[in-house]
């Protein structure tokens, strides 16, 4: 099949929208802000002012989906900073498709206090099952107020503020 794309722009706003783009990974509320959908150039630009996942806040978001009617060929870059319990930013990575939970890093979000604060820049394909290697994740941060037992050898680590980076490319 061949058929030219219609060369249509869409902007748009929203408020209070919600997001639930996973099964298994806790939705966006609340989100505020606008859009742009360009079918001509396939992509989606979302400009958020304000959304939160679970008791996680952002702000200053970025997402950008290319390639939209290509079948598997799309890629999504999401940036924002964000900010709340470490607790919940723990929960959140622990669940499927990430799957960075307490076996993997040796952390129990249940005894974590503390609070993060970041930027995130996230890149991967628009598939359905994406392989880990393809998944882009750079975080840079400060970790506050915290306190997180038994991380060292049984030995706490608390206080703060500490930094936190990805390695390049996540």
Do not use: C, H
Not at 4 to 10: F, R
Not at 129 to 154: A, C, N, R
């Amino acid at each position: 099949w061949t058929f030219d794309v219609p060369q249509m722009k869409l902007d748009f706003a929203f408020k209070d929208a919600d997001v639930t783009y996973s099964d298994t990974l806790m939705p966006v509320t609340g989100g505020r802000g606008r859009g742009s959908l360009d079918l001509g150039a396939e992509t989606l630009d979302i400009m958020g002012d304000s959304a939160a996942i679970g008791d996680l806040t952002g702000s200053d978001i970025s997402v950008k989906v290319t390639d939209l009617m290509r079948s598997a060929a799309g890629y999504v870059t999401i940036k924002l900073k964000a900010k709340g319990p470490m607790a919940t930013a723990l929960n959140y990575i622990a669940a499927e498709p990430i799957n960075m939970g307490q076996e993997q890093i040796g952390i129990d979000p249940s005894k974590v206090k503390g609070v993060i604060e970041a930027d995130l820049d996230i890149g991967l394909p628009t598939v359905k099952d994406v392989p880990k290697e393809q998944v882009k994740v750079d975080i840079k941060g400060t970790l506050s107020d915290i306190d997180i037992p038994g991380i060292v050898v049984g030995l706490p680590l608390s206080g703060g503020p500490l930094s936190l980076a990805t390695e390049p490319g996540g």
